[in-house]
């Protein structure tokens, strides 16, 4: 049995399938897309001159919050180590 006969078939994803995502600040729903820039460092590369990094995300359009979930995950915050007693 070949790789193309195993494939699953397509479905037909409509935008009542989806749910919309919301700032975690002030719940708005319109996003920008944002190019965040990471600095290299000359000594990891090798390079003559540190260079950037780019890293494509999405700031909300009303207050410019970045969620989480739109973070790299080496990015993400740590989650809080709360001790429930």
Request: glycine share 4%.
């Amino acid at each position: 049995m070949g790789a193309a006969s195993m494939a699953l078939p397509k479905s037909q994803v409509t935008l009542r399938d989806t749910h919309a995502v919301e700032c975690d600040e002030c719940k708005n729903t319109t996003f920008r897309e944002v190019v965040m820039m990471r600095r290299v460092s000359r000594l990891l590369t090798g390079a003559p001159k540190d260079s950037y990094m780019p890293i494509p995300s999405f700031e909300c359009a009303s207050c410019g919050h970045v969620n989480d979930e739109f973070l790299p995950a080496e990015l993400k915050p740590e989650p809080s180590k709360l001790v429930v007693k």
